[in-house]
């Protein structure tokens, strides 16, 4: 009969990061948790989830900014260094918090970029539009000219094949709000008992599907329901997500200003 193995060589479950704990830090971390590690918003960002368009330089071979895997309706998790995931395979994801706001956009003929978030679109901003070609399409202006782009966030964790958890934020911008307005649906479809269930209660498949008009053709999500969480720890893993966000104590990275969200736009 196998020796049973020592406390000291026995291990905890998988990490976030996948890597497991050895048993001996146990009670060590219930002492001292947290310590040495900020918990101010501004040291604690979740990055972005991207679908990869054509226009995407993650695409491309010939770019610094080429991702492994990268193709035209493909899932990018910025900053994980993994490859980039097959829209027809997606991504298994639990949504833990929602925020909506409008994000600020330096135009492109004065640099581009990321210019910060407001909680409502500012009272100066004035609707204008921008495209000589497209007369009719309407953007939100400042007087610094600067855009604005209402974009409606979704956080929580994205779960790969091996069980390994990370979170991340998934931003719809444009013809994402249909698509964010359909997941909140099936999200307040979800009942436990007579209680509507809390978003983290449920995991869902986001894969991805083209959609055309007469401008062009770019990828969006195609979200199903993927059942409900499995154990007490994934549920509290969600829980507290979303308190840490409501507390502020994370907040979202900055957007990037990719394909993802222009090349979209181009064809709107």
């Known amino acids: 009969m196998a020796a049973k193995p020592k406390p000291e060589d026995q291990n905890l479950p998988a990490t976030a990061s996948g890597a497991s704990v050895p048993a001996f830090l146990a009670d060590k971390i219930n002492e001292d948790a947290g310590k040495g590690v900020s918990n101010l918003a501004d040291d604690n960002l979740v990055p972005l989830v991207y679908i990869l368009q054509a226009q995407s330089p993650q695409c491309s071979k010939r770019s610094p900014d080429y991702v492994e895997g990268a193709e035209t309706g493909a899932i990018w998790l910025r900053n994980s260094g993994l490859p980039a995931v097959p829209g027809d395979e997606g991504i298994l994801f639990q949504p833990c918090y929602f925020q909506k706001d409008w994000v600020e956009w330096i135009p492109r003929s004065a640099g581009g970029g990321f210019a910060g978030r407001h909680d409502e679109r500012p009272a100066e901003a004035k609707e204008q539009a921008l495209d000589p070609q497209n007369p009719k399409k309407l953007s939100w202006v400042l007087p610094n000219g600067n855009t604005l782009s209402e974009t409606r966030y979704h956080i929580g964790y994205v779960i790969t094949p091996d069980g390994a958890t990370f979170p991340y934020v998934i931003p719809m911008a444009s013809s994402g709000h249909t698509v964010s307005r359909g997941w909140m649906f099936l999200m307040n479809s979800k009942q436990i008992g007579s209680h509507r269930a809390p978003s983290w209660a449920a995991l869902y498949r986001l894969k991805t599907k083209e ?40 907040q979202i990275q900055a957007d990037h200003d990719m394909a993802t969200e222009v090349g979209e736009d181009a064809v709107m």
């Open 211 to 250: 959609r055309s008009n007469a401008a062009g053709t770019w990828s969006t999500w195609d979200i199903t329901d993927a059942g409900w969480v499995k154990t007490a720890e994934e549920y509290a893993r969600g829980a507290a997500l979303h308190a840490s966000f409501a507390a502020g104590e994370k």
